[in-house]
């Protein structure tokens, strides 16, 4: 089963995200935005990502140190609408995918698929 930790700020949305994961058969593990913490055996992290003015890059960074081996996608609500979703600057953060905030669940799930695959 492939793991999935969630750091997400806003409670709603990160249970949302959890839910519509775990339907999918994916394991999961949600934190809030302060919560990253060391993690075993991860396959990707979605991470909340903020403007990069505002700190996003340093949020990145600090969750790419946490989970090395995992594949990262961003949540954004101001750099998603701003920035391709495959970008050189979220290439650049080790971001494999960016996704604007508010997100449909297939977006979301398709992002997921396409960067570790699913979880059946």
């Known amino acids: 089963m492939l793991t999935v930790v969630v ?3 806003d409670s709603a949305m990160r249970t ?3 839910e519509w994961l775990l339907g999918e058969g994916y394991a999961v593990q949600a934190l809030p935005a302060q919560g990253a913490s060391q993690g075993g055996d991860v396959d ?5 990502v903020p403007d990069l003015r505002d700190g996003g ?7 790419r140190a946490s989970y090395p081996h995992a594949a990262l996608i961003g ?12 970008s050189n600057p979220a290439r650049a953060l080790g971001l494999r995918r960016l996704v604007a905030k508010p997100c449909a669940r297939g977006e979301l799930l398709e992002a ?4 570790i695959g699913a979880a059946h």
């Open 112 to 115: 997921v698929s396409d960067t």
């Open 75 to 86: 949540l954004s609500t101001r750099l998603g609408r701003s920035l391709q979703s495959d």
């Open 57 to 63: 890059a340093d949020t990145v960074r600090a969750v």
């Open 16 to 18: 949302l995200i959890c």
């Open 7 to 9: 750091i997400e700020e």
């Open 44 to 48: 990707l992290v979605i991470v909340d």
